[in-house]
């Protein structure tokens, strides 16, 4: 017979594992005493040296043995302890009640004028019972454990003590099972941590190709960016999938634990070490003051408080249009103010940034002394498709909120720009170009407000970022989708483009626009095609058309460049911070600045997206406007004339009816 008659371990431990915690224990103290009473006839059998031979004891004394070592064990806890986890805690329990067994087989032996039962054989007694104990939980606990069947093998690298923790972790869960550790330090090298042999790194393809290791872990949170990258690199080609424990940053500060195991990050890829902050920068514009952020709830603005709280302000207002936005930021803030007991007044404002009367009030109600002006629309395709709004919120919104803290004396105002605005190809780029130009001019005509503008690329991980997308593409197995196989982008993570943001507006004099250090940009192409292969994945192309999955080439979205730049022209100079450049750029005088936004509001209310652009030609001089327009709107009311009938079935008279009919704004 086959299949019904085997036994099947599965099914045995999904059974054991349903029963009620009485017939476990029950199952368990049975257990014991059959160790109990089986290790004792052995330990006698040995000193006999024959099974005819031994030493015939009462059996009382078995009953005494083996009895008092259960006592033993219900008295020290092992029986309310769960099979499944074993721990140090047990193994302890079960030692000291296996003890107290063999002292009690040697003392009744010899109360009851066995003299032939000696100490060694009570130790063998001893070593024998503790032994088979131990093994019947550790076998008990790898078959009772979850995951059971479909555990996969993992590597860790790294056997320091974040590796060995890691390793205890992942043998208490069972999902993983740790194959080896691979370290760079030669006298590791050889030697067994936590039960784990210790390899080199030279000896990790082997590891992977032949025990089909499913996964590598990183556990170096305490090394550099720049080493992890290195180490990512190596492992990029052994095509398994690579996840790591969070940075020694996150454990510290309590976001994260060992055991959080995730996805390799661009941060990771990148290898960028971000530069530690100038305290006296971070908190000069903020400590003690009330400090404004408008556009608290997205990417960077949400970032911006949450570094502004740490440096002590004596009030944050939060500005925010979306409802849900706000109460999200805000209570995270308030979350983190009450576990770090910050004494700090918090207010929450629903507005729009392009109302210029409302931020006025708020700003003079609560006597705002700095602000944030993050709030902006930064997707070029959208932008470049919503023409009107684009400006509005790009152009106006900044303007109005420079105007309302020049009225309500604020002493700072950031303006939170993009590398797009650098000779700017599409519609975003040049609004937030025009902002800084609005800032500029306004810096000369008045003294009350400081202006500054602070520039950067892309940052890690915000809305609409490609590196979610990726992420999202390679877990639904793909297509992965990249622009162009040569565009080039700079990356920067939130928190350092936010704490550099923070920092460069304490150094403002006005007028300036500071340009962050992005360091060497990064081909989509490629970083696309690391995720794939650190996802345990191939890529799937002509020259290997079995792999997993494709990279489609979309071609460039309207208005979008190959590669990004951070300056106009070359009057730039260093600051106090490294990674912070100061540039002094061209734009025209106030007179002319006002001038071309008169024109812009009128031709926004006409909603003329035509004029709409030239006139951020005119006040952009390096933007040309792409020849074909693609707002949505405009595009609808400007089709070409649809003709039901073929021209030469129609008359003369049935023409000129249609077009009478046809509405004149369409024409």
């Not at 043998?171 to 090298?189: I, N």
């Not at 690579?242 to 990050?265: C, F, H, M, Q, W």
Request: proline share 4%; glycine share 8%; charged share 20%.
């Amino acid at each position: 017979m086959s299949g019904g008659g085997s036994f099947n371990s599965s099914r045995f431990a999904m059974a054991l594992v349903g029963c009620s915690r009485a017939t476990k224990r029950v199952v368990v103290v049975a257990a014991d005493l059959s160790i109990l009473t089986g290790c004792l006839w052995f330990a006698l059998v040995l000193q006999a040296n024959s099974v005819s031979g031994m030493l015939q004891l009462s059996p009382w004394v078995f009953a005494i043995s083996a009895l008092g070592g259960v006592a033993a064990f219900e008295l020290l806890g092992l029986y309310d302890a769960v099979v499944r986890y074993l721990s140090f805690r047990m193994l302890l329990a079960l030692g000291i009640g296996t003890a107290v067994a063999a002292a009690a087989s040697y003392i009744s032996a010899h109360f009851f004028a066995e003299n032939g039962y000696s100490l060694s054989s009570a130790t063998v007694y001893f070593l024998t019972a503790l032994v088979a104990g131990a093994s019947i939980r550790t076998s008990a606990r790898w078959l009772l454990s979850p995951g059971i069947g479909s555990r996969t093998s993992v590597v860790i690298y790294g056997a320091g003590d974040a590796g060995a923790q890691l390793a205890a972790a992942l043998t208490a869960s069972r999902q993983m099972v740790p194959l080896a550790y691979v370290d760079e330090k030669e006298s590791l090298q050889g030697s067994t941590v936590a039960g784990v042999r210790v390899v080199a790194p030279s000896q990790l393809s082997r590891l992977v190709r032949e025990f089909n290791v499913g996964c590598v872990l990183l556990a170096i949170p305490a090394a550099s960016r720049r080493r992890r990258a290195e180490v990512i690199r190596e492992l990029v080609d052994l095509g398994v999938h690579v996840k790591t424990v969070p940075d020694l940053y996150e454990i510290l500060s309590g976001r994260a634990t060992l055991a959080d195991l995730r996805d390799l990050s661009v941060a990771d890829l990148l290898g960028r070490d971000p530069v530690a902050p100038q305290r006296s920068l971070l908190g000069a514009s903020i400590s003690s003051k009330v400090v404004m952020v408008t556009g608290a709830g997205g990417s960077i603005g949400s970032e911006l408080c949450r570094q502004i709280i740490e440096q002590a302000p004596r009030r944050l207002v939060l500005l925010e249009i979306s409802e849900i936005a706000l109460y999200d930021i805000e209570r995270e803030l308030l979350a983190v103010m009450q576990r770090k007991g910050l004494a700090i007044e918090l207010i929450a404002m629903l507005g729009n940034s392009r109302h210029r009367e409302r931020l006025r009030e708020v700003m003079l109600a609560f006597g705002v002394q700095t602000v944030y002006h993050a709030a902006a629309y930064k997707h070029v395709p959208i932008v470049e498709q919503n023409v009107i709004e684009g400006t509005h919120n790009n152009v106006f919104a900044t303007w109005n909120a420079a105007e309302a803290a020049v009225e309500a004396k604020v002493e700072t105002f950031v303006l939170v720009s993009t590398d797009k605005a650098v000779h700017p190809t599409n519609v975003m780029g040049a609004t937030k170009r025009f902002a800084e130009t609005v800032l500029q001019a306004m810096q000369d005509r008045q003294s009350t407000t400081r202006f500054c503008m602070v520039r950067f690329g892309n940052v890690l991980g915000s809305s609409g970022s490609v590196v979610p997308l990726f992420h999202e593409q390679i877990r639904a197995g793909g297509p992965v989708t990249v622009t162009h196989q040569d565009v080039r982008r700079y990356f920067m993570t939130i928190p350092e483009a936010a704490s550099l943001v923070l920092q460069a507006g304490s150094m403002a004099k006005g007028g300036e626009v500071f340009v962050l250090d992005m360091g060497q940009p990064v081909r989509i192409d490629e970083l696309a095609r690391r995720m794939i292969a650190l996802s345990g994945h191939t890529v799937r192309d002509e020259r290997n058309p079995e792999g997993d999955i494709e990279i489609q080439y979309t071609g460039l979205r309207p208005g979008e460049k190959l590669y990004e730049e951070l300056l106009i022209g070359e009057n730039v100079s260093g600051t106090e911070h490294p990674m912070i450049m100061r540039a002094m750029e061209h734009s025209p005088g106030w007179v002319a600045v006002n001038a071309l936004l008169i024109e812009m509001l009128r031709a926004l209310e006409k909603f003329d997206c035509e004029r709409a652009r030239q006139l951020l030609g005119q006040a952009v001089q390096e933007y040309k406007p792409a020849a074909q327009m693609h707002d949505l709107v405009w595009a609808a009311r400007h089709k070409p004339l649809e003709i039901e009938e073929p021209p030469e079935r129609r008359t003369v008279d049935q023409v000129v009816r249609h077009l009478r009919a046809v509405p004149r704004a369409d024409l």
